[in-house]
């Protein structure tokens, strides 16, 4: 089976996540750290949300930041975000071969059904597992145990593409075969990439 993260993977998105933080900090007179983008950046929804709270003090519960953050990113998801060059081509050649697909990420059901929908890709997937719902981020090996029990499937006989260094990590420890894919959010860990992956690309293009 063929695995494949949503955001920076499939579409070009992590750029829609840096705007959301920016603006959301701004409007309270704040700015990011690197240690503050590295750690939501890695997160899911309800983690980073809570640790944006503790780690600025905010007089607002981990509920009311996620419902801000997904007014901010809601537009950019149903309009704007665009596939990664070569998804498509890639996803519909792995179709025709038959071969089982399935979606493992991190991003927020609501978000990802939209982008999905408005590029046409939902049937090109079994399943789609949302980590947020495993209640384990996913550069936590766990993630990546429970989804595989979830689509039935052993890890030797998985290919994960991904372009989260810690992800990429995480799937690697459970035995998963990992493809590394180019995202401008994670460029400064390409040496560490190709180091881990089993292979890493800058395009899908370079699969067909």
């Known amino acids: 089976m063929r695995i494949f993260d949503f955001d920076g993977t499939l579409v070009d998105s992590n750029g829609v996540w840096v705007e959301v933080d920016n603006g959301f900090l701004a409007r309270r007179g704040l700015t990011a750290t690197r240690e503050y983008s590295d750690t939501v950046g890695h997160s899911i929804f309800p983690i980073a949300a809570q640790f944006t709270r503790d780690y600025y003090h905010l007089d607002l519960t981990a509920e009311a930041i996620m419902a ?12 704007q975000v665009p596939l990664k060059p070569g998804a498509r081509a890639f996803l519909e050649a792995c179709a025709r071969r038959g071969e089982p697909m399935a979606l493992l990420t991190a991003c927020v059901p609501e978000l990802c059904q939209a982008a999905l929908e408005r590029h046409g890709l939902t049937g090109y997937f079994t399943r789609i597992v949302y980590v947020q719902e495993l209640g384990v981020e996913k550069r936590d090996p766990r993630a990546f145990t429970q989804a595989l029990e979830l689509l039935g499937v052993e890890s030797g006989a998985c290919t994960m593409y991904e372009d989260s260094p810690g992800a990429c990590r995480a799937a690697k420890a459970v035995g998963l075969t990992v493809v590394g894919v180019y995202d401008p959010f994670y460029a ?9 992956c089993d292979r890493y690309i800058h ?3 370079e699969l067909l």
């Open 68 to 79: 801000e953050w997904l007014d901010l990113a809601r537009d950019a998801y149903a309009r």
């Open 188 to 196: 400064c860990y390409e040496d560490e990439m190709r180091a881990l």
């Open 203 to 205: 395009s899908f293009e």
